[in-house]
């Protein structure tokens, strides 16, 4: 019994110190509520970080799905001897990553994709 006395005197005191400093405007509360705005503020701003991280984490899914297409498609492409026929196959941008990441090699990006493709063959054959 005594401890329900103690927690309703505890909440007691809480509530008045909180009337106080509400109705001394220390406390802001523009809609009436009896929630501190800088309370609802806080609330709003989490809400709108985590609806951020929500759609950035998505991106990145999306993104992560494409990078392991792409190296798929390279490591699929490059099984036995590397061939012309094979860095054909090859989007310009993935033999622009293949040499670099091979030979630490990068290329002007208005190079034309059958003298790249005869730049990487060459980086291949003189390994």
């Known amino acids: 019994m005594n401890t ?3 927690i309703l005197g505890v909440l007691a005191v809480g509530a008045a ?3 106080y400093f509400y109705k001394t405007g220390k406390i802001n509360d523009r809609d009436g509520d009896y929630i501190p705005d800088e309370v609802e503020d806080t609330i709003d701003d989490v809400k709108e970080t985590a609806a951020e991280v929500k759609r950035r984490a998505k991106a990145v899914k999306a993104e992560l799905k494409d990078v392991i297409e792409e190296v798929s498609d390279v490591a699929s492409a490059f099984q036995g001897k590397v061939t012309k026929t094979k860095l054909r196959q090859l ?7 293949h ?3 091979e030979f630490g090699k990068k290329f002007e990006s208005n190079i034309t994709k059958s003298s790249l493709i005869n730049q990487v063959y060459s980086l291949h054959h003189n390994k």
């Open 4 to 6: 329900i006395l103690v």
């Open 17 to 19: 110190v909180y009337f």
């Open 91 to 97: 989007t310009k941008k993935q033999l622009f990553a």
């Open 99 to 101: 040499s670099e990441k």
